[in-house]
C-alpha cells in the first residue's frame, strides 16, 4: 500500500514538476520548460555555500530569495518546481543555521511551508466545489506575484527625481523674515457681548451712570477735542453749526459742560460781552507721553 | 561649453548652496570643462545683468555670491511669515467697546467700570492697530490721557458715526432675542449661524420698528 | 499691478519660502492687490514659461509649488557638495511603497507582504523624515497602527498626489514584468566566477544523494 502510494506520488511529480528528473541521459532534454527543452541545467541554479552570506544580505527575506529562486531558472512563477525549489530553500536554511542569522526564523517558516506543499503535492490533489483542482502552490504563488509587484514598485520610486539626488530645492536669502502679525477679525457681537458683561459686572452706580450717557455727546466731545487737538484757541461759536439744528445746539452744549468738568479746556473771555475762546489745557502731555 | 549654460549651472548652484558661494568653489563644478576663474566672473556678472528685471538679486559678500530677494518686494515677501491671528481677549473688547461708549475716557475710568486693571499690552495693541488715539489729556495730577475711538475703528464696523453704536436699549433687547448666551456653545454657534444667514442688521431694523 | 510685478513677487517668495507654496497662501501675498486664484495660476504659468532656458524650474507638488534645480543640471549642481547622497536600503524603499499604495496600512499588513518583520528602525525613520503618519488604529486586538503617507513624502519625490505614482503591475501580468534581479553587477559576476569554479552539475549531485 505504502510502496503503491509512494509510486503514484512519483509520478504526480513527473508530470507537474517536468523538471524534476535530472537523471536522465544527457543527450536528452532533461526538462521542458513552457515547451522548450533543457538539455543543459541552468548554470546558476545553486549558490555555493560560501556566496551564500553575501547574498543573504541582498535578499529581502524569504519571498525575496523564493522569487530569485525562481527567477535563476528563467521559470514562469505560475509553475514552480516546488521540488527543486525546496531541496535547494532547505539546503540554505540549513547553512543559515550553521551561520546563526537573525533572520533564520523568517527563513524557517517558508522552508516549512514549502516542505508541506512539497508533501501535498505528492498526495492526490483535492477538488473544490467548483470541480477544479487545487494547487497547493496557489497561496505561495499569490503571495510571490503580490511581494513582487511592491518589490518592482520600489524598485520603480527609487528611479524617480529625488530630492538631494537629482535636484536640489531654490532658495535665495530674505533679508528679514520679520513677522507681520495680522490682527484678529473682530465682530460687533462681540463687541456687544463684552459691553453687557462690562455692565453686568459693574456696580449699580457706575453701570446707571453709563445707562443715562447719551451716545451723541460722548461723540460731540471726541469731535471738540478734536479739533482743539489742531487748534489750542478756538472761538466758542464757530463750536456750534446751525445746520444740526436744535438739539445739534444742545449736544454741543452739554459736550462742552463735560470737557470742562474734566478740566480739558478753559473759557476765556477778553471783555464783558467780548468773544468767548475756548482755551485747550493740555499743550505739555501730548507730546510726552502721545506714544 | 556655451555661457547660457553655465550661467544657468552658476545660478542653479547658487540656489541650491543656501549660503554664499564663492568663486573657487564655483569653479569646481566646472572641472571637466576646465573654466578659469576668469570665465566665473564673466558669468556672474553676466548673470547679475539678466536679474535687473527680476524678483531676486545677485549679491557679493565676504564669502561669496549669494542670490536674494529684491528689498523693494519686502512688503510682500514678509507677508509669507504672517501668523495667524489670534482672537483678542475678553478684557481687550471689554477695553475697546469701553472707549468707543465712554469716549473721551482715561485708563483710570476703564478700570473703575471694569474692576481690574487695564494693561499697557491692551492700549498699545488698540494704539498700533489705530482703532484708539489719544484725544487729550486731563488736567488733573498725573495728567492723564484721554482716549477715543479712530475714524479707523468705525470703518472697520462699518459705522458712519459713533451714533450707529447699538443704543443700551438696543443692546437689551439682543439679551432677550439670544438668550442662548449660557447655553450650550453647540447650541449657540447654530443661533450664531442663524443670526448670520438673517443679517445682523435686518435684526436691529426689527427690533426697532417694534420700539 | 503689472503682470511682471506679480511673477517677480511669486519668483521671490516662492525662492524665500524654502518650502513649497500654495496658491492660496500666495494670494496672501496680494491681499492688498486683491489678485484671484486665477490671476496667481496664469503668473505661474507664465514664469514657468520664462523658466525654460533657465537653470531651475517650477514644480507643482503636493503641498504646492516650488523651484528646483533642472535634473539635467544635477552632475554640476551635486559638485557643491563632498557628500554623496543617501541611499535608501530596499527595506526601506519597500516598506515605504507599501505604505503608500496600501494605506491605511498596519505593520502587520506590510509583514505579510513582504514575508519579513518590518524593523522599528524604519518605521521611526520614516515617521522622523514625516513621510509617513498615523492615521487611526484598526479596531481588533492589539489597537495596530494605521500608516499613511504624508504631503511632504509626495513632495520629495517631486508627485503631486498619490495618483501619480508608478501604477503598481497587475497580479496577472507579473510574469511577464518580471525584471532582472537587481544583485549589484559586481557581486552577481563574482557569484557567477564561483558558480563556475565550484561545478554546479556536482555540488546539485550532492544534494540529490542526500535526500
Known sequence: ?291 | MEIKQIKNIIEAALLAAGEPVSIKRLQKLFSEQELTHNDIAKAIEQLNQDFTDRGIELIEVASGFRLQTKTQLQPWISKLWEEKPKKYSRAMLETIVLIAYRQPVTRGEIEDVRGVAVSSYIIRTLMEREWIRILGYRDVPGKPAMFGTTPEFLDYFNLKSLQDLPTLAEIKDIETLIPELDLEPKLKNELEQEIKKEGFLDQFQIIDDEE
Not at chain 1, 45 to 74: C, K
Not at chain 1, 136 to 164: C, H, M, N, V, W
Not at chain 1, 263 to 277: A, C, K, R
Request: proline letters at 5%; hydrophobic letters at 40%.
Open chain 1, 1 to 291: 500500500m505504502v510502496q503503491k502510494l509512494f509510486e503514484k506520488a512519483k509520478e504526480s511529480l513527473i508530470l507537474s514538476d517536468s523538471k524534476q528528473n535530472i537523471e536522465v541521459q544527457s543527450e536528452l532534454p532533461f526538462a521542458i520548460v513552457e515547451g522548450k527543452p533543457y538539455t543543459q541545467m541552468p548554470t546558476d541554479l545553486y549558490i555555493p555555500p560560501e556566496a551564500l552570506e553575501v547574498i543573504l544580505e541582498a535578499f529581502e527575506g524569504p519571498l525575496d530569495l523564493l522569487l530569485y529562486l525562481i527567477r535563476r531558472q528563467n521559470l514562469n512563477i505560475l509553475d514552480i518546481p516546488i521540488n527543486e525549489i525546496t531541496n535547494q530553500y532547505i539546503e540554505y536554511i540549513n547553512i543559515l543555521g550553521e551561520m546563526n542569522f537573525e533572520l533564520a526564523a523568517e527563513y524557517l517558516v517558508m522552508a516549512a511551508m514549502l516542505a508541506e506543499i512539497k508533501s501535498r503535492m505528492l498526495l492526490p490533489k483535492p477538488i473544490d466545489e467548483e470541480g477544479v483542482e487545487e494547487d497547493p502552490r496557489a497561496e505561495l504563488i499569490r503571495r510571490l506575484q503580490e511581494y513582487e509587484r511592491f518589490k518592482s514598485a520600489a524598485e520603480d520610486i527609487d528611479t524617480l527625481p529625488r530630492e538631494g539626488r537629482d535636484y536640489f530645492l531654490a532658495s535665495a536669502h530674505v533679508i528679514s523674515k520679520q513677522y507681520f502679525v495680522q490682527p484678529p477679525e473682530v465682530d460687533m457681537r462681540e463687541l456687544i457681548m463684552a459691553f453687557k458683561d462690562v455692565l453686568a459686572r459693574a456696580d449699580l452706580k457706575i453701570s446707571h451712570e453709563i445707562e443715562r450717557e447719551v451716545l451723541s455727546v460722548r461723540d460731540k466731545m471726541t469731535h471738540l477735542l478734536d479739533i482743539l487737538r489742531v487748534k489750542k484757541y478756538v472761538s466758542f461759536n464757530a463750536l456750534f453749526d446751525p445746520e444740526e439744528g436744535k438739539q445739534g445746539v444742545v449736544v454741543t452744549f452739554l459736550a462742552v459742560l463735560e470737557l470742562m468738568k474734566s478740566q480739558v479746556f478753559d473759557l476765556v473771555q477778553n471783555e464783558s460781552y467780548g468773544q468767548i475762546y475756548i482755551k485747550s489745557l493740555q499743550d505739555e502731555g501730548e507730546e510726552n507721553n502721545g506714544n
